[in-house]
């Protein structure tokens, strides 16, 4: 909590925090109303200074990068609630059955992280849409790269949930330690996934073009390759049949 | 010499929550040139620097989305106006606080996908009555800077490029 704002309530805070966020920007988004602009620019002095200590920059930084930072405090210190909390659950479940163009966009997220396994049904369709509109971008390597990304997802899930299946959900993270990562192209995980599914994916009509492109996505990543639509195309293609798999696989009694 | 078009390069979040949350009304700022790098040195279009000028702002912001740049200064800054918008609409009883929960969610996990760069190209006799200058002091640069703070959808095009 800031000096400056202490003993404010919420909104106040909010208030200034939103103000002085139009007043950093180059082209400010909207006009403030006459009745919030007096004795505000002070506050929004004191507050700016706050920030700046805070956040270790000399006061007469006007660089990018300094701004940058302040942009980022704010969006931390006026987000918070909404995504800390349970408002940021029920905002999403309102955006997702909305339907409209705005509820695309929600599912489709481009880092990795512990919202993954919160998300498992979804995110290798997400990512394999992000991967479509990258080939309609022209952006044909990174596509290549994704769609393995979302293949690597739909694995992690299938074999959780395996492990789930039989019994011994104890020895998923033990075993998973010896593996590197979720590629059912690397033999060994393969092996692992149809001993614990029964599903010898590697007898499936995609199976060798999935492989081809496994080898391409290691390419892009060691080597640099830069790939054209063809082949992006290509990768795209066995990593939509090898999640649909999964997920047909996934939904099949055992 | 003003031209036929005015042009503004707004992220495609933006053109999204206008629509949803202002009854498609936009509040755009615009430029009478696309690109003021391609004009004569002499003219004062010229004078429009890159942080104000349509084709900079959209190149800076394509290349951040293209990379997947999640420390974009340009992404982290249209992230906070509409977040602050939000808060200010919000308080003024223009939109309820399950929208504002619904901006601000958005702005901080929706995909990049929403942060790719749109040009807007705006016929500007229909709407020259309503450009507003921008004071020299509120300016990037000496260039003219126009605001529309009440652009109606049907008055423009929406382009990539």
Redesign the interface.
């Known amino acids: 909590m800031l000096t400056s704002l202490k003993n404010r309530s919420r909104e106040d805070i909010e208030r200034v925090f939103a103000s002085l966020t139009q007043r950093l920007l180059p082209q400010p988004q909207d006009e403030l109303p006459e009745v919030e602009a007096e004795g505000l620019k002070e506050l929004q002095d004191s507050v700016l200074a706050e920030i700046r200590a805070n956040l270790n920059l000399d006061p007469a930084d006007q660089t990018q990068t300094a701004k940058t930072k302040i942009f980022e405090f704010l969006i931390k210190e006026m987000s918070e609630p909404v995504v800390s909390g349970d408002r940021g659950e029920q905002a999403r479940a309102r955006l997702k059955q909305r339907g409209d163009l705005l509820s695309v966009f929600i599912e489709e997220k481009v880092t990795v992280s512990d919202t993954v396994r919160a998300e498992v049904i979804t995110y290798p369709q997400a990512l394999l849409t992000f991967a479509r509109k990258l080939i309609d971008d022209d952006q044909f390597s990174i596509a290549v790269v994704i769609s393995h990304m979302a293949c690597e997802i739909a694995a992690e899930r299938s074999l959780s949930e395996s492990f789930v299946k039989k019994g011994i959900q104890y020895l998923e993270d033990p075993v998973i330690n010896f593996l590197n990562g979720y590629n059912l192209g690397n033999d060994k995980i393969r092996e692992l996934y149809t001993a614990l599914t029964g599903d010898e994916i590697q007898k499936q009509p995609f199976w060798q073009k999935f492989k081809e492109s496994g080898t391409r996505r290691n390419h892009i990543i060691h080597r640099g390759r830069v790939v054209g639509k063809a082949e992006a195309e290509d990768s795209f293609k066995a990593a939509s049949d090898f999640v649909a798999h999964l997920k047909k696989e996934s939904v099949a009694p055992r | 010499m003003s031209g036929p078009l005015v042009y503004s390069t707004n992220v495609f979040l933006k053109l ?1 929550i206008q629509e ?1 949350y202002r009854n498609d009304v936009h ?1 755009v ?1 615009c430029s009478e040139h696309f690109d003021s790098r391609t004009l004569s040195a002499y003219s004062s279009g010229s004078l429009i620097p890159p ?2 000028n349509p084709a900079d702002i959209y190149r800076e912001l394509r290349r951040d989305v ?1 990379g ?1 740049d ?2 974009s ?1 340009k992404i ?2 249209q ?3 509409f ?3 939000a ?2 609409w919000e ?2 009883g223009e939109i309820s606080s ?1 929208d504002k ?2 901006i ?11 942060w790719r760069p749109l040009v807007y190209v705006i016929p500007r006799a229909p709407v020259e009555v309503r450009l507003q200058l921008v004071p020299v002091n509120q300016r ?1 640069g000496w260039g003219n ?1 126009y605001i529309i ?1 009440d652009l109606k959808r049907a008055k423009f095009d929406v382009i990539e490029l």
């Not at chain 2, 969610?105 to 929706?110: Q, S």
């Open positions: 999204l949803k509040y700022w942080s104000a293209q997947l999640s420390h200064a982290a800054a992230r906070a106006v977040i602050s918008l808060i200010e308080q003024r399950n929960d619904d601000i969610w958005m702005a901080n996990n929706g995909s990049f996908a929403l990037a800077e703070p």
